[in-house]
């Protein structure tokens, strides 16, 4: 079959784009696993794009080598990288959970797989050339690579990791992979010896990644059965973060990006800690922020104080505020409080929608996951710390999540520094919760913290005796002399993850 000239140069450029966008998608796919598996997610994407781009360089540089049978190894290209790219991300979900090695294996499908994305493009530009000028190629070529790579980009964060997935996302762009290294059988039928035979083997690889599609959801429960220790019963990627539910008997666990958000046995003595010494020692507070608790743990808690009037709770993640307002089994966790007339739930960025608000609030709770890479980290920073502040009323104070004195000292007392440069009277305290061990707090304000003479009723950890305790320090966890968090210079990443490495050895 002939195709007129117009038409081929039509599918010619379809081609560009579509593996344009199938190569930019494998290297998102491997960072953003990354990140979610290992933390830090700016050391995630540098470095494995460096090597991606550096790669690339080699494949271009090995393409002046084929000399003899372009459209047979163009076509061969596309069905490694098919199969190759199609299965990264499932290959990684099972490396990580079964073996040690995670790490060399995603670097060495981020480099296989570069290689074989600088080989197509020189070799498709050599295969048309003989049709056009030689500057219309690069011209068209490198303008249907940047659209493609323009469309992955929009297309990964909007729909493919929130619809399909990591493991379908690189199934389906796979799928595409083959579907160019088929349809340029026929582009270049004139070309391929043994055409036939190709084209089938193309649909065997094609039959293949479509039952991978089909079965993606057993291949990642297989790798997660093996990551988290009880049974999985909710698990999903959003455009943020992947987020799973457990439950072993009457144990619901949440763990965001693999990092364990509570334990239902024992989440009370920390929302309860959280929350009380500061809430309570607020003569008569009526107006409350939240700037993370997408769980409504943290909104429960302050729903006990009837004087409040309204609570407004900023998370960044949608899929997490419906999921605790929907779920049966989670609102009779957090008793309902998303629910609240008095509760107002507000999906943005807490940095930027801080700076915007010009509200005031009696009582604002910090309730971020640890700051495990950059864009948490951000979170930390006495710009963040300073901006926060200018929210609070006149005997407003403040409560921040600040991970373990314990196992992470210096990040905690870190904390703790960073709201003192940001101007504010710190309070630091800490609670032995069973499933994290010894956890921290702060309390900040522009005003002095004095102990609460009363606490709501039915509290099951936090009571006015045991106050003066928790703000008592052994040496163990005594203050560490550190640098404050900064937005230019965010130490407290850097010191997070020497903590966790130091408890690991």
Request: proline residues 5%.
């Amino acid at each position: 079959m002939r195709l007129p000239s117009t038409n081929l140069g039509i599918l010619l450029f379809i081609t560009v784009l579509l593996i344009a966008a199938c190569g930019l998608i494998y290297e998102l796919i491997a960072g953003t696993l990354a990140s979610y598996l290992l933390g830090d997610s700016v050391l995630q994407f540098s470095t494995i794009i460096g090597c991606y781009l550096f790669a690339m360089g080699i494949g271009s540089a090995l393409s002046r080598y084929i000399d003899r049978g372009l459209a047979y190894r163009f076509v061969w290209i596309e069905l490694l990288l098919g199969v190759i790219g199609g299965c990264s991300s499932a290959l990684l979900f099972l490396a990580f959970a079964y073996t040690q090695g995670f790490q060399l294996l995603m670097y060495s499908l981020v480099v296989v797989i570069g290689i074989l994305v600088g080989l197509e493009i020189p070799l498709l530009m050599r295969l048309v050339r003989g049709r056009y000028h030689f500057r219309d190629v690069v011209a068209h070529v490198l303008t249907f690579d940047y659209l493609g790579a323009l469309g992955a980009s929009l297309l990964f964060p909007i729909l493919l990791v929130p619809y399909l997935g990591l493991v379908r996302s690189a199934m389906l762009f796979g799928v595409i992979n083959v579907v160019v290294a088929l349809w340029s059988t026929f582009l270049f039928a004139n070309q391929i010896a043994a055409v036939r035979a190709l084209r089938s083997l193309c649909v065997v690889v094609l039959c293949g990644l479509a039952i991978g599609l089909v079965e993606a959801k057993r291949i990642t429960a297989a790798a997660e059965d093996n990551i988290y220790a009880d049974e999985i019963i909710f698990s999903r990627d959003t455009r943020y973060q992947h987020i799973v539910l457990t439950r072993f008997k009457d144990d619901i666990r949440l763990f965001l990006s693999s990092h364990l958000q509570f334990s239902s046995r024992d989440e009370y003595r920390y929302h309860e800690a959280l929350i009380h010494p500061g809430l309570s020692a607020i003569p008569a507070p009526r107006h409350v922020l939240v700037l993370g608790g997408g769980d409504g743990l943290a909104v429960r808690e302050i729903l006990k104080y009837p004087q409040i009037e309204s609570v407004t709770l900023v998370d960044l993640d949608p899929e997490m505020t419906k999921l605790f307002s929907t779920n049966p089994m989670l609102t009779a966790l957090n008793q309902k409080s998303f629910l609240s007339p008095k509760v107002h739930i507000i999906n943005a960025d807490a940095f930027p929608w801080v700076d915007s608000s010009t509200d005031s609030f009696d009582f604002i709770v910090i309730d971020f996951p640890d700051p495990t890479n950059y864009s948490l980290g951000k979170l930390y920073t006495t710009a963040f710390y300073k901006a926060v502040a200018r929210h609070l009323s006149t005997q407003g104070l403040m409560v921040v999540q600040s991970t373990s004195p314990m196992f992470a000292r210096d990040s905690y007392w870190c904390i703790a520094e960073t709201l003192k440069q940001a101007g504010l009277q710190t309070y630091p305290y800490h609670v032995y919760v069973p499933s994290f061990g010894e956890w921290g707090f702060v309390i900040a304000g522009h005003r002095d913290f004095q102990f609460p003479i009363s606490l709501p009723a039915g509290l099951r950890f936090v009571s006015v005796t045991g106050l003066p305790a928790m703000f008592q320090f052994p040496p163990d966890m005594s203050p560490l002399p550190m640098p404050p968090n900064r937005l230019n210079d965010q130490v407290l990443v850097r010191a997070y993850d020497q903590d966790w490495k130091d408890i690991s050895h």
